[in-house]
């Protein structure tokens, strides 16, 4: 049977990448996108499938209790997988707020609104941010590593996870977690180390590495990220908490001398500049679970991933100039204007 599924943050890097790649894969599903368009969200992410009959789109803020309580009504919802948060640690040091308020009160809202509106099942998208930093000889997180959150961005995001559990355990709400490290590829948006590094080479800049460039980051191309959603939203156990990861660690050098290689920059494009505050030295995830129980695994090597990275963001640079210098953000209003997407009364 079909399912008529709410994706949060759609607009966003991977939530549009999740989007495509269900629309594709089941033609009976319908997704209405409900995301705030903030500066990460972009509705060019998502052209090739305005027009589809089966995809929605609907501007709205995950804070807005009344509105996300009428959509998820109305739109007679019976899956939510929610990816709407505030996602970058530098801004999340800058300025907090918006991380507490989208990231802990924007899902409540979602929770509280789930429960009233039928249980519906529930899949909530969070990071490993949440377990802390590991040395370089520590094992991988796991499903059952304590919470060690250390910026307001993993704090909030950890916050968000506790929630999402209290309403399985106390109000049997169907819902699902999964923890994912670091994801990479089409339309990220280019604040995050990856597609910063590329388009600033690109464009003839150098690259601020931070601190010694040493931290590690276990990398995942995003479209298995999707997949990995994909097998828990159809065979996750409820209640249940799934570690998804790329079994690909690199330290931050590794990673940009890979990059300068692709782009065909050398070295001296690198500035080391001053260490992020309170910089997770090693991110690194334990998969077994996943892939012992739902049969996931990586599919695409880094070294591939990568490459096929680099090549997108040679052939997208329109996307990415649009996106660097802000004129994206008159893409929403040139194209949609006044018009109202869906009235919601
Ligand atoms: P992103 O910043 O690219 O996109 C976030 C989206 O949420 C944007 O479209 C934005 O407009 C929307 N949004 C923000 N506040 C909102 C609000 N109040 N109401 C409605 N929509 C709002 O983020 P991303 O990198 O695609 O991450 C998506 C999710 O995955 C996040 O929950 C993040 O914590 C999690 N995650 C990200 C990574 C990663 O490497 N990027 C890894 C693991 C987990
Ligand atoms: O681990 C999952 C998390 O990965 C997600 O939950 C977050 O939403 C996502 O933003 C990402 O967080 P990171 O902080 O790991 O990603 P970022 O791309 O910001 O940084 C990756 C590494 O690169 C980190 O060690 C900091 C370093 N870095 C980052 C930037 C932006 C630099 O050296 N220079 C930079 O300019």
Known sequence: MGKNILVTGGAGFIGSNFIRYILSKYPDYKICNFDLL???GNLENLKDVEDNPNYKFIKGDIRDEKLVDDIISQEKI??????????????????????ITTNVIGTHNLLKSALKNGNIRFHHISTDEVFGSLSPKDPAFNENTSYDPRSPYSASKAAS???????????????????CSNNYGPFQ???????????????GKKVPLYGDGMNVRDWLYVEDHAKAIDVIIHKGKIGETYCIGGNSE????????????????????????????GHDRRYAMDTTK???ELGW?????????????????????????????????????????????????
């Open 78 to 99: 019976d899956l939510i997988v929610h990816f709407a948060a505030e996602s970058h640690v530098d801004r999340s040091i800058l300025n907090p707020d918006d991380f």
């Open 189 to 203: 948006f280019p604040e995050k180390v990856i597609p910063l590094f590329i388009t600033n080479l690109l464009e």
């Open 161 to 179: 996870d506790h929630l999402v559990r209290a309403y399985y355990h106390t109000f049997n709400l169907p819902a699902t977690i999964s923890n």
């Open 290 to 292: 996943i892939k012992n």
């Open 297 to 345: 695994q990586p599919e695409v090597s880094f070294e591939e991933g990568l490459k096929k990275t680099v090549e997108w963001y040679k052939n997208n640079e329109s996307w990415w100039k649009n996106v660097k210098s802000g004129e994206y953000q008159k893409y929403y209003e040139a194209n949609y204007g006044n018009k109202i997407v869906k009235n919601i009364s």
């Open 250 to 277: 690199k330290t931050n050098k590794e990673l940009t001398y890979k990059i300068l290689a692709l782009t065909g920059k050398g070295e001296e494009m690198i500035e080391f500049v001053k260490d992020r505050p």
């Open 38 to 40: 903030t500066y990460a």
